[in-house]
């Protein structure tokens, strides 16, 4: 084989090659021959690869390194790409990893070399790279950095994304890089970027969030604190304003005090008429500013919680004839029928609260009074809640007439002749109203109050707000009627603290009717204060009478039978006069029936010869039968003239005239007069204690430090007997009540300077317990087992003195100023004894 001489850059294919005109290689010691291991090839002409200084360098230098070496690229034959050459030593024995050079020369048998096509082999390479976008690559000789040579791929427009790495082909004298990029610009990552931006978006949202609640934290924190902070202001602004109402109460109720109970004092004195009229008149108008104040310092207790209700006994149907009687003068000036009836269900005594129970009805009468015009009437009725449940037959007459003609439209069982409103609506809303859900027992009652009128109505936009306090339901309302707008709220709140409900149905120019329920507990008769049984003696002696009562209008001959039966005189009701005429006719043929003592007649039944017509009759019929003396002839008016009412005494038609409302000391009165014959002044010696017995001659200590007030309550005490001592202080008083003393009881100021009324009673206790403690030595007392001397408050101040507050530093009772007679007999009528 002919060795052809290696010419630096002589890349002619093989078969351009002459063999005659080849050049034979120099003469020397080494030659590199080229030996083609494939077959296909054998025919190419050998090359001296010691021939060129390249290729030289490259096979010394893998001998002495004993690593490969690479040439510098070079087109390939037939391919005409760019490839390299990959050449190592071939040693003849095993040299150790630290041979020298010289060894390694020593040892070298030979040289074994490739040729490698980048092209093919990098592109085999990349084909694991495949995806929706072409990469490009390039391959470049680097060894040279001012020139490199580009061995592998095509120049491209830069597309960014260029990623350029190394390549080790085992030569370290050679140095090559792989550039790698997209061919086309890659399409925006839109996946990423909503991805990236939903992301995004959930974490500002997140961050809004959470700075949201942690300000929404810092802020309820911050709320809190002031709720906190305003509570404690409400609550020191509530003890502020009690203490305010407390003193203005004090402040008012003092002087008012002194102008009442020197305009008493003034009317006890001989005055003309006018005088009398005019006094009246001013005390009058002082007992409404007292009423005034009393309602607001009673909405300031109940707004404090501090408003409590009493257990004791009392008789309801007193309590309502004292109502009645309060606004028995207003209603005649109007010629308003007033009247109370009490279902017989309900017992005579009841355990309660018998001021507030008398207050929450004052209240709805008096508005009942004040928005009802001239006519018409006003009807109290009381029942137990289980009654409205009864069938109809079973219910009480009064309740089943009401409720049918508040239902028909009648008029004709009303009483008066004006419709009414349906009563039946005023208590449907009603949670609880008799029945099994009512939490009552044998001893417990639930009553059921209604007060019905045929006023003006309430407008339908203002029910809503009735018993909001201080509201009224028109603007105008307090400039034509007066009143604070108040009583129906403390009503309401009153109610609910007796376990009850109240409602109301109204309708303009017809009326309203208002009810309420209450619990309250059976009482016993002999539980009662011996006040309250003032009527008691006169009672007995008209017990086992008939009367015969004619009304056209079956409601109010009911009520009229209520009060007659009160008095235990039994009653027959007919409609007309000559209705009247056959029952007198019957009752003087009948042996069977007791005599009939008396006939009620009704004003708009009153016809003059009718009348006289029964007085004959009534007379024939004494005369045919057992009866010792005329029935007498009773008239029952709501109002007369002074002309009509002496008309009709001058003609002896009538034996008196009964002013409505009924009650029950009317009634006695004017039949004990017209059945009297002389037994009047017995009847007045029956009559039970008063004031004046029971303090007459009893030694009293007044203790005051305002000389209005100690001058009002010597009058008053003076006028009914007693001897009055007074003292300006505390000190005094423990001074004048240093043990032994001659006082039978002693009236205390609360609110005095130095010492107050509270601090004097516990030192006069003390002093007492301490005397007690040795009467046993003293033989000076030998009837007093304990010293003890009563003392009764009085006081202006209506919050704070309470009676407890009283009671514990150790007072008996409790007189609010300015008191009036019924409180001091109250006072001192469980020390003192009647005379």
Known sequence: MAIKKMEHGDQTLVQDFDPAKMDPAPIRDEYAPVIFCQRTVAHI?????MSGKEDRDNILRARATGKGVLT???????????????????????????????????????????????????????????????????????????????????????TGFLHVSSLDFGDPTRNHEMHCRFKNRPSPPWTAILSAGGVLTISLLLSHILHAAINRIVKVEEDCQKMTELKARAEAADVAKSQFLATVSHEIRTPMNGVLGMLQMLMDTDLDADQIDYAQTAHASGKDLISIINEVLDQAKIESGRLELEAVPFDLRNTLDNVVSLFSGKSREKAIELAVYVSSKVPEIVIGDPGRFRQIITNLVGNSVKFTKNKGHIFVSVHLADEVRLPSDMMDEVLRQGLNSSKDGSERNTLSDYAIVDRWKSWANFKQLGGKETPVTSEVIKLLVTVEDTGSGIPQDAQSRIFTPFMQADSSTSRHYGGTGIGLSISKCLVDLMGGEIGFVSEENKGSTFSFTALLMRGQLDSVDPKWHTHETSISELKGLRALVIDKRSTRAEVTRYHLQRLGISADVVSSLHSAFSVITNTSSASTLAPLAMVLIDREVWEKEPVIEMRRLLTDAMSNSSMDRVPKIFLLATSLSPPERS?????????DIISKPLRLSVL???????????????????????????????????????????????GALKKYGAIVTCVDSGIAAVNKLDPPHNFDACFMDLQMPKMDGFEATRKIRQKEIEFNGQLDSRESFPNVSCWHTPILAMTADVIQATNEECMKCGMDGYVSKPFEEEQLYSAVACFFKSR
């Not at 490009?136 to 095509?154: E, F, H, K, Q, R």
């Not at 008309?647 to 034996?655: G, N, R």
């Not at 010696?685 to 017995?693: F, I, N, V």
């Open 45 to 49: 002409v050998s090359i001296d690869m």
């Open 668 to 714: 006695t009165g004017c039949f004990h007069e017209a059945f009297s014959n002389g037994r009047k002044r017995q009847l007045n010696r029956a009559k039970p204690a008063t004031l004046g017995s029971l303090l007459k001659g009893k030694l009293i200590l007044v203790v005051d430090d305002n000389a209005v007030n100690r001058k009002v309550a010597e």
């Open 72 to 158: 510098s690229p070079f087109k390939l034959l037939k391919s005409n790409h760019l490839g390299v050459v990959l050449t190592f030593a071939v040693y003849g024995r095993q040299l150790p990893p630290d041979a020298t050079p010289e060894q390694r020369i020593a040892a070298t048998v030979g040289y074994l070399g490739a040729s490698y096509d980048l092209r093919s082999l990098v592109e085999k390479i990349l084909q694991q790279l495949a995806s929706k976008q072409t990469i490009v690559v390039n391959v470049y000789d680097t060894t040279n950095l001012s020139a490199p040579i580009n061995m592998y791929g095509t120049d491209v427009i830069d």
């Open 647 to 655: 008309e009709l005494k001058s003609s002896h038609l009538v034996d």
